[in-house]
Nanobody, 124 residues
Framework: QVQLGESGGGLVQAGGSLRLSCAAS????????MGWFRQAPGKEREFVAA????????YYSDSVKGRFTISRDNAKNTGYLQMNSLKPEDTAVYYC?????????????????WGQGTQVTVSS
């Protein structure tokens, strides 16, 4: 089992950058695939990015491809989402998720473990 906690959200102007972190508990974090999701007010939660257990494989939604970068540091039990060229439509609560698998976890496959979320607001 793993517990997740996000940090790094905040208010930023359009065109700016933020880096979200996802701290995980548990000794076997390196055996979990990770993902980032977001949910804007009044909208369903949507997939943002995924990374395999060893960081060698990544996958992005079309809406963030080329602007966001997912990464992880297993030695620190932490995952990251670097967000550049932010747009007002990126405003949402961002969640990290984990699933016990050695494969990349992409939609529609579900994740078992979720953080509480961190708010990202992009002003125009």
């Amino acid at each position: 089992q793993v517990q997740l906690g996000e940090s790094g959200g905040g208010l930023v102007q359009a065109g700016g950058s933020l880096r979200l972190s996802c701290a995980a508990s548990g000794r076997t974090f390196s055996m979990y695939a990770m993902g980032w999701f977001r949910q804007a007010p009044g909208k369903e939660r949507e997939f943002v990015a995924a990374i395999s257990y060893n960081g060698r494989s990544t996958y992005y939604s079309d809406s963030v491809k080329g602007r966001f970068t997912i990464s992880r540091d297993n030695a620190k039990n932490t995952g990251y989402l670097q967000m550049n060229s932010l747009k007002p439509e990126d405003t949402a609560v961002y969640y990290c998720a984990a699933h016990y698998t050695l494969r990349l976890r992409t939609p529609p496959d579900p994740y078992d473990y979720w953080g509480q979320g961190t708010q990202v607001t992009v002003s125009s």
